[in-house]
């Protein structure tokens, strides 16, 4: 039940192109209130151009295409720096698989740092080619002063008329001399028709029966298009039950294996009851460790435990590449099929990274491979039982990077995206972890985000970048040992 984030290199790949200006026409804000599509598709900028003044020495559109900064962190590679009386226009090409009639809605996520809009006015506007002319969408109202400040801002309906002769165009700049601004993030978000913008309970009939269901095999995959919450408790249900989490309006749960950690498993028609609400429940369980409490401790060899995981002196790190851990892993699988669970949630896969770079007498980079390899194996065994059975493994999004990882993995679990302990993750490998967490998503995962903090201020930072970036957000304390619910961010 803990972790630690991965710290791996980032690259970045220019791209700069030419787009053609159109007539301004001075409109207010049509809808300036911030949203946040679910389940929606990304559009990164194609091509930037600046129409007049200027931007950053070196800087390009690669840099708009995924948030990495927060606080007043200043990295001169991840962001834009727009000079004082600048304009410039970005441009974003629907998917090929993607047809303009399809659009449902769209929004404009944006990571903002500079002046405030009483300091100085940055505005950010739309083409809209039915009407000819750029519409002002909003403009930097909701931004702290010199702070990266991130929000989401729905563009009017119809979206079409942003389609209907082309591609999507932006356009961001100001009149004004005051003063330079920056942005990290400016991306194009479209909800596609069909699927669930957030605004639906799930259909209880969306469920997965239990695993040892005779049809199994019959059964369509558990589609994730209806996850727009979740929770995640692991210890301290009440009365040792789970009538709070199938009373809440979370359609998703992450929940211990077992009630008690030990042996105390949930059974198969509690899951029912839970599932019978429209929700999916994971089962969590670790992978790279186990704790002294569980009930397989004395089944794993001496030789086989590689020291005390820091911070956590009864659990364990182990050699999660040896045979001998195989049984323990597949009878945790098998105990989460039997009781009906959705899925499972896979802790402690950092363990390739924490543990000594030559454990397994080789180097960090086939560590790496070794525990692609065991979830590639949960995830072979667990669908050859039940091919709607989900596989979302916690943290080193950077594992995407090797051969099967994504093919065998249904989502990613993501701790401390933008708070720890109501401390900001400002470090390099926060942003780090955030850029890969977006590769993960916009390869079509679901990727949930775990944050922990109690200040309403973090709380609702973390929730609106985590939408922002297309994940599901959650945050809560760190011990996880409560369900919960965030005024006004959680469904209630």
Known sequence: MRHTLARL???LFAVLAACHEAPEVGREPENPEAA???NARTLTCSALQVLRGSIGSGQGAQALASQTLSGTEDRWAEYVEFAANSSATCTYALPQDVSASAIQAAEVSINYRGPTRSEMRWTFEAWDYQAGAWVVVSDNTFASSWRWTSTSLALPSPVGRFVSGGPFKLRYGTTSSADASLLDLLVVRIQLEGTDAGTSTPDAGSSTPDAGAS???????VPWEGVTSFTYQLTQYSNDRLDQIA??????????LSRDGSNGYFRSDELTTVKATGK?????FEIGAIEEYRPEWSQVPADMKLGAVDGWPDEQYVKYWDERWWPIVQGRIDQALAAGFNGCYLDMVVTYEE????AAGTNRDDLARKMVALISRISQYA?????SFRVMPQNAPELIDYAGYLDAIDGLGMEDMYWSDDVACSADWCAENRTNAARVRAAGKLVLSVDYAVQ???IADAYTRSRAAGFVPYVSVRALNKMTVNAGWDPQ
């Not at 009373?247 to 211990?256: H, T």
């Open 247 to 256: 009373a809440s309006k979370f359609n998703l749960a992450i929940i211990e």
């Open 36 to 38: 946040a599509l679910i």
């Open 355 to 358: 543990i000594a770079a030559n």
């Open 456 to 458: 309403s201020a973090h």
């Open 383 to 387: 669908k050859s039982k039940n091919p």
């Open 215 to 221: 049809d199994a095999g019959t059964v369509p995959p």
């Open 280 to 284: 999916q429940v994971l089962a969590y």
């Open 9 to 11: 290199s980032l690259t």
